[in-house]
Nanobody
Framework: QVQLVESGGGLVQAGGSLRLSCAAS????????MGWYRQAPGKQLELVAT???????DYADSVKGRFTISRDNADHAVYLHMNSLKTEDTAVYYC???????????????????WGQGTQVTVSS
């Protein structure tokens, strides 16, 4: 069974920092792009940041200069370091994997668009 497990959300005051973590569990062979999305109450899901297998990041304009995405390929994990948090960053944050290869019954199989369960980030004023 392959799944993404997130941790690190919580309540923080505006201007504070949080670090989100997401690790893929299962017999993972490789993962290509990984990313973070968020959904605020009453709003659509939006992309926050992505990072390629070669560690090339990309960010939404709203978080550039404040958030940093990183990954550990050996641990099949992705992180989101969030600084200078604003109340408008309040949302449920979801980890996403675009495509991964994993061992299923001793053979390689692949999954697309794998999502974590989400972790709540609340920024108070």
């Amino acid at each position: 069974q392959v799944q993404l497990v997130e941790s690190g959300g919580g309540l923080v005051q505006a201007g504070g920092s949080l670090r989100l973590s997401c690790a893929a569990s299962g017999r993972i062979f490789s993962i290509n792009a990984m990313g973070w999305y968020r959904q605020a109450p009453g709003k659509q899901l939006e992309l926050v940041a992505t990072i390629t297998g070669g560690h090339n990041p990309d960010y939404a304009d709203s978080v550039k200069g404040r958030f940093t995405i990183s990954r550990d390929n050996a641990d099949h994990a992705v992180y989101l370091h969030m600084n200078s948090l604003k109340t408008e960053d309040t949302a449920v944050y979801y980890c996403n994997v675009d495509q991964l290869l994993y061992y299923k019954d001793s053979k390689l199989d692949q999954k697309y668009k794998v999502w974590g369960q989400g972790t709540q980030v609340t920024v108070s004023s």
